[in-house]
């Protein structure tokens, strides 16, 4: 996204900005950042920041921190602009920025799941006259649980099954809410994979995962392992594997699951009526899906 001519740019980092913001680390967002990546300051949460530093290795000098509820002012050629960033309830460090410049107001959501601070945070920036909103779950038959229901459901299915080995559909960075209930619960790490051990390491959640296979029997990979590499064995082994896929998606995946995989409906998206309720309350001008 670009604001300000094409001075500003948001979770987009090819050349010719003059100040660059990155709403969370997740791959879809940072497309185009690299080690040796020069273009202008970068600016993201503090969370973010030590993924951007210690993941990819980006120069420190050009990383610069930005608290949600502190205010950022910079002078861009001959605009003031004024950001602000607003915690998204998605993965550790993800927010949403509002800009305001030349008399006019921009929301980026970035990903986010509706929660009271952001509902009182639309509040505030009501009538906003351009909204870039995060429209993963658009349509009326989405409505997911309450994220607490839905660790409640995989801490229940997990201690179901604890004589067994249990793997859980997890990201490197994201559903970590779940992972610290889950290890909480029962008392032990989720093995997961070196790349997945790095991003806690770097979040400082170091604790909560493990390479040694050996002291748990949690197992924690992406989703895609368990669709392309994991359904034969998960067949053959029924009786000591059990595998629960925590997703949004799991309405379009249980029709016609052949795998005996449980689904349990978790998203740290907006389901269709969260969405609704935020529009209603930030009545933007304009929206456009990102
Ligand atoms: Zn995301």
Redesign the pocket.
Same mark, same amino acid.
């Given at each position: 996204m670009q604001l300000v001519g094409k001075d500003i740019r948001v979770d987009e980092f090819g050349r010719g900005g003059q100040a660059y913001f990155l709403? /969370?680390f /997740?791959a $879809?967002?940072i497309g185009g950042l690299r080690k040796g990546w020069r273009h202008g300051p970068l600016y993201c949460s503090p969370v973010t920041a030590k993924l951007v530093g210690k993941r990819l290795g980006l120069d420190g000098d050009l990383v610069r921190t930005i608290e949600p509820g502190k205010p950022l002012k910079l002078r861009l050629g001959t605009h003031d602009v004024s950001v602000r960033a607003i915690e998204a309830n /998605?993965?550790p460090g993800?927010v949403m920025f509002h800009f305001e410049f030349g008399g006019r107001r921009v929301l980026y959501t @970035? $990903?986010f799941r509706l929660d009271d601070n952001i509902r009182r945070e639309a509040a505030e920036c009501a009538d906003v006259d351009l909204a870039y909103v $995060?429209k993963t779950y658009d349509d009326p038959r989405y409505v997911f649980p309450p994220l607490d229901e839905s660790i409640d459901r995989v801490l229940g299915l997990v201690g179901e099954h604890m004589d067994k080995e249990v793997f859980l559909a997890l990201y490197s960075? @994201?559903k970590t809410r779940l992972l610290r209930a889950v290890v909480g619960k029962f008392n032990r790490p989720v093995y997961v994979s070196a790349e997945t051990q790095r991003c806690y390491r770097a979040m400082g959640m170091e604790s909560l995962v493990t390479r040694d296979a050996g002291v748990t029997n949690l197992r924690g990979y992406g989703r895609g392992y368990f669709f392309k590499y994991f359904r034969w064995r998960a067949r053959r082994h029924r009786k000591t594997h059990t595998v629960i896929i925590p997703t949004g998606w799991a309405l379009d995946a249980e029709e016609d699951d052949p795998h005996g995989y449980f689904y349990v409906p978790y998203s740290? /998206?907006c389901d269709y009526p969260e969405l609704c309720e935020f529009l209603a309350l930030l009545r933007p001008k304009k929206v456009i899906p990102i």
């Open positions: 709403s /969370h /997740h $879809d967002h /998605h993965c993800a @970035g $990903d $995060d960075i @994201g740290e /998206h």
